[in-house]
């Protein structure tokens, strides 16, 4: 995610070097997301089917932390674009590699907790909270470009560190709702569980909601609100900080409180950072509070992309069950979303993507109302309160 966000809190130097327009930003922004969605899918079925979960980490990490060197010499939009295409192919199948590798090694009670850490905590903290910090000071001392280059060498330390310590995970069962651990399953019938398209939905419109902050939050605290870059970048590390905090408490309360009632919490409480951000008059420590709490919402991105397909689908296909849950929320929501934002502020105003953010953060939480829970701490307790009774 260092690599990832990095274009995004670079991107009023890139604009002002390159000359793109709102559209362009909209499409760097998606160019990662469509290639991302992609192999994150393949890179999810095949290690499924091959077992080779920690040789894919390896060379998906190594593969992008290149990318991040080609991103930092690009000259014009197309090849900023292809290099973030590339990146994307690289990333992809980062993620649900690495939440099967926790799902399998969770505890029924622990499984929400550790996932929603894996996914948010490190990410957050180094690549949304230090990342425009680092990088925007980075820019405004040297340039963009010398920014990307130093954002390419966390992954490469990350791939020593998975080369000596991670092991493949020996495949056990996973309590899932109604299915045998050792049941054959397609990727049509997966989808005949209710709470798995109602993930896929939700992934769809909360990546929308994150990608859509990412994207234009830094253009519109410049452009519109006239903050300057280092209040930017403050602004921008706050959304980091509040995910690696809430990916503790969020997916921590669905282990107590059940899947469901904290997903549409959590999911409305989105609605506050476009809000805050659109019509907030106060100071930027005030605003950066506000957003702080908003963005607490991203706690429940590994609940919708990993934790409830996990404990929906049989063990052994869980990696497959997330590649697809992750894919289509960044094909559909990822990739959509900031090229019609992009579009939409070149003819209407920055205003509108911003608009568009809240929007997502009210469907996702309607959404989330029709989910089955599965949390096991809440099944185990409905079942002794319906043998007591």
């Not at 260092?2 to 274009?7: C, S």
């Not at 992609?38 to 390896?58: C, E, N, P, Q, V």
């Not at 697809?324 to 929501?333: R, T």
């Not at 502020?345 to 929007?359: E, R, W």
Request: proline share 5%; aromatic share 10%.
């Amino acid at each position: 995610f260092f690599d990832r966000n990095a274009v995004n809190f670079l991107m009023p130097f890139i604009t002002m070097d390159l000359h793109f327009t709102n559209s362009q930003v909209g499409l760097i922004a998606s160019a990662l997301s469509f290639t991302w969605a992609i192999a994150g899918f393949l890179g999810g079925a095949y290690a499924d089917r091959s077992a080779h979960r920690k040789t894919m980490l390896l060379v998906a990490v190594v593969a992008f932390s290149l990318c991040s060197f080609l991103s930092g010499i690009a000259a014009s939009f197309t090849t900023l674009f292809l290099s973030r295409l590339l990146m994307g192919l690289a990333e992809g199948p980062i993620l649900p590699v690495s939440q099967s590798l926790v799902a399998f090694e969770s505890a029924d009670g622990r499984r929400g907790f550790n996932m929603g850490v894996m996914q948010n905590f490190g990410s957050n903290l180094l690549g949304s909270f230090a990342a425009p910090l680092v990088l925007v000071a980075l820019a405004t001392a040297y340039t963009w470009r010398t920014a990307f280059f130093l954002a390419g060498i966390p992954g490469l330390i990350m791939a020593v560190l998975i080369a000596r310590y991670v092991k493949e995970p020996k495949v056990h069962s996973l309590s899932v709702v109604g299915r045998p651990a050792d049941a054959a399953m397609r990727a049509s019938e997966m989808l005949r569980h209710r709470n798995m398209w109602l993930c896929i939905l939700m992934s769809i419109v909360m990546v929308a909601w994150m990608v859509l902050g990412w994207a234009f939050l830094p253009l519109y605290y410049i452009k519109v609100k006239q903050y300057s870059p280092q209040q930017m970048s403050i602004l921008m590390s706050v959304l980091g900080l509040s995910a690696a905090f809430f990916s503790f408490v969020v997916p921590g309360l669905s282990d107590r409180l059940g899947r469901r009632p904290v997903v549409i919490a959590f999911n409305l409480v989105g609605l506050l950072v476009p809000v805050a951000a659109l019509y907030f008059e106060g100071s930027v420590y005030a605003l950066a509070a506000l957003v702080f709490l908003g963005w607490s919402a991203s706690g429940t991105m590994p609940l919708l992309m990993g934790t409830i397909p996990s404990e929906t689908i049989p063990a052994r296909y869980v990696a497959t069950a997330l590649g697809m849950v992750m894919g289509l929320g960044e094909v559909l929501g990822g990739v959509s979303a900031p090229a019609v934002a992009g579009w939409a502020a070149d003819h209407y105003g920055l205003s509108v993507p911003i608009l568009m953010q809240a929007g997502c953060a009210v469907i996702a939480a309607v959404l989330a109302m029709f989910l089955t829970e599965t949390a096991p701490a809440r099944l185990a307790l409905r079942a002794t309160t319906a043998r007591a009774h």
